[in-house]
């Protein structure tokens, strides 16, 4: 049986092998980890479902192998290969646009014919093979391979992979051909920017430091490309939040605490506008919403973002149903998300998806910000640092009050300027009469 490289999640593409718990020759039993796998968003251990020996490994650690293909090979007792192939058995080929769904994890190591890759026609430029020894790459008219990765990439960047000259084996076409490429602008006349190797070029060899990209900063240049073509506009305003942080206090004081004197909640300032901004979304259902090429999608739950800063990126794990959680539920839910996240063991059930984002600075001491939105998402909520400001009273006095800004990024595409505004404006009205977000 051939040992293939899981698909992980929708937009994952390839996956870095960290570790290999059995060794080549070594007898396995179903249920045993094979390897180790860990892409841009996760890390998770591959069980075996056969039994019979590992008798070969193709991508050793520390390599990366697009999704698909062959990573190591199970033979039963007598040296053929283990586990009887079927139709169903095998890894989908691989399509022209979007990603196949992600499986089931137990589904991950797949038995793959031992039969030459058939070919599957699927435009007059590509011929795309079926998972073999060349990792699933598609082949080019003239005989040239690229993998699947370099493909997506060139596609991204609208490079013509014909004039790509391949550094991997037998000339094939790798993602850092396609990175190191001139990117065309729109028209194709001209570049949008140089390439690395023409800017290197600028610069004395001794003067820089090459850090290569790992999948993370892979994933976050293309999302904010996409970004790019997201047509923004930005609304801002202040909350005056003095109610909301004595609610706070007094909410944590009386949490319950265990036999160790520990509470069993702290919620957080960021856990009250995650609330906040989940109801508002449920008063203001038009802006609940996403762009979908050629119609709107509207939700009927407040499915949240929460962006997490990682070590070289972050990510963006979501609360389902926020609308419907209380403020502790909510509170442990986004520190569990968080911790997983920073250990690399979320799946991709639990960073896909969502209708809205917040990301807050407020613990860097940034007084305000605008953030980029995340697409899908039609919408990004920034949240700075709370500071004390003098306001005017009433009376026409002068007093002090604790205050946050927000700033409402909004996809024009979805919501227009006055939609925008009503939206924004519901959240503010929850923050500053923060006892509607306890019901």
Request: aromatic share 4%.
């Amino acid at each position: 049986m051939d040992v293939l490289m899981p698909q992980l999640g929708e937009t994952v593409a390839e996956g870095k092998i960290t570790k290999w718990f059995k060794s080549a020759g070594e007898a396995v039993k179903p249920g045993d980890n094979l390897f180790e796998i860990e892409t841009d968003k996760v890390s998770m251990e591959v069980p075996s479902t056969v039994a019979g020996t590992l008798s070969e490994i193709r991508v050793a650690e520390g390599e990366v192998a697009p999704v698909g293909a062959i990573v190591g090979v199970i033979a039963d007792g007598s040296g053929a290969a283990a586990g009887a192939p079927t139709a169903a058995a095998k890894a989908p080929p691989p399509k022209p646009a979007a990603p196949a769904a992600a499986p089931p994890a137990a589904a991950a190591i797949v038995a793959q014919s031992r039969q030459p890759a058939q070919s599957i026609k699927l435009d007059p430029f590509f011929e795309v093979r079926t998972p073999d020894r060349n990792f699933g790459a598609a082949k080019l008219a003239g005989g040239i391979t690229v993998t699947p990765l370099a493909r997506r990439l060139a596609g991204e960047a609208g490079i013509d992979l014909s004039r790509i000259r391949g550094s991997g084996p037998h000339g094939r076409i790798v993602a850092r051909d396609v990175q190191d490429a001139p990117r065309p602008s729109r028209g194709g006349a001209a570049y949008e920017g140089p390439s690395a190797a023409e800017l290197k070029a600028l610069y004395a060899p001794d003067s820089y430091e090459e850090v290569p990209l790992d999948g993370m900063r892979k994933t976050i240049a293309a999302r904010l490309t996409q970004a790019a073509t997201v047509p923004h506009f930005y609304l801002m305003t202040d909350i005056v939040i003095d109610r909301l942080l004595a609610l706070r206090e007094e909410a944590n004081s009386a949490a319950p605490k265990d036999k160790d004197g520990n509470p069993a909640f702290k919620i957080s300032l960021n856990d009250f506008i995650i609330r906040a901004l989940a109801l508002a979304l449920q008063r203001v259902p038009a802006a609940n919403a996403i762009w979908a090429g050629d119609r709107i999608l509207r939700f009927k739950h407040s499915d949240i973002g929460i962006a997490v800063a990682l070590e070289g990126g972050l990510i963006t794990p979501v609360i389902r149903n926020a609308e419907a959680k209380s403020l502790s539920a909510i509170s442990a839910e986004v520190k569990g998300l968080s911790a997983r996240a920073r250990n690399k063991k979320l799946q991709p059930s639990d960073y896909q998806g969502g209708s809205s984002a917040i990301s807050n600075l407020g613990m860097h001491n940034v007084r305000e910000f605008t953030a980029i939105i995340n697409p899908p998402h039609a919408t990004i909520l920034a949240v700075g640092a709370s500071r004390r400001q003098a306001v005017e009273k009433d009376d026409g006095g002068v007093a002090f009050a604790s205050m946050i800004s927000i700033t409402l990024s909004c996809d024009h595409r979805v919501l227009d300027g006055a939609l925008g505004a009503e939206l924004l404006a519901a959240i503010k009205t929850l923050a500053e009469q923060p006892v509607s977000l306890l019901v």
